[in-house]
């Protein structure tokens, strides 16, 4: 019963910071100013859930340039409802635009899995140097219907061609790391990824750990260690 009140608090707190995020003003690139630390000075590009435009991710990005690093932000992406390929095709394009190199990508829901596309990309894999994804349905929900097996949800199918093709590439996946909530009631069969490394976060949802000061501090902590590596 806890966990149901729980996953209902979330969706309240994830539709409600989503409303908020729509009448947000700002430039995406405010934060992509690096701190006087050169260990942090590696670029981070942040990749959203499905329907999350770039301002949702204003607290993370907010949180990860005051400890120094540079953040970029994607509004080319919109409300992230393209199918993987195409988001994919955009992300690609603004590494190569702003010439990113040794790039981080941290990633919420949806986007760990376009964040993996990018990885297994040719003409920009060398640019990357891994990513963070913070409930990512690597293997796909079980909410994911078929009865939305049309509309931008369907690509969560944990049979379909989108989760099984990516899930059979296992190449990049030694430079992924894996954050999974206590409990997330938008993936009840969590966030593992094979071959990754795994990390099950003192917080629960799928939502307000992407806003948790504590998840941002657990995030910074493996940029930093990712960048002494």
Do not use: C
Request: hydrophobic share 45%.
């Amino acid at each position: 019963m806890s966990r149901l009140f729980g996953g209902l608090a979330d969706w309240a707190y994830g539709i409600g910071w989503w409303l908020r995020a729509l009448s947000r003003s700002g430039a995406p690139d405010a934060f992509t100013q690096a701190g006087p630390d050169p260990a942090h000075h590696t670029p981070v590009v942040l990749l959203p859930g499905i329907w999350e435009r770039w301002p949702y991710l204003v607290p993370l990005a907010r949180s990860l340039n005051a400890a120094g690093h540079p953040v970029h932000l994607i509004p080319a992406l919109g409300a992230n409802g393209s199918p993987l390929p195409d988001a994919e095709r955009i992300v690609a394009d603004y590494l190569i635009a702003h010439g990113l190199q040794g790039t981080m990508l941290v990633a919420h829901s949806k986007g760990g899995l376009i964040g993996k596309l990018v990885m297994l990309d040719p003409a920009v894999a060398e640019r990357v140097r891994g990513m963070v994804a913070l409930s990512t349905p690597f293997g796909g929900s079980s909410l994911s219907w078929p009865i939305f097996g049309r509309t931008p949800l369907g690509v969560f199918a944990p049979r379909g061609p989108a989760i099984t093709e990516l899930a059979a590439q296992l190449e990049v996946n030694a430079r992924i790391i894996s954050l999974q909530p206590t409990h997330d009631q938008v993936i009840p069969e969590g966030s593992r990824l094979e071959g990754a490394r795994n990390v099950t976060l003192e917080a629960s949802g799928h939502f307000r750990p992407l806003r948790d000061v504590r998840v941002h501090g657990v995030i910074h902590q493996l940029l930093h260690e990712s960048f002494a590596g």
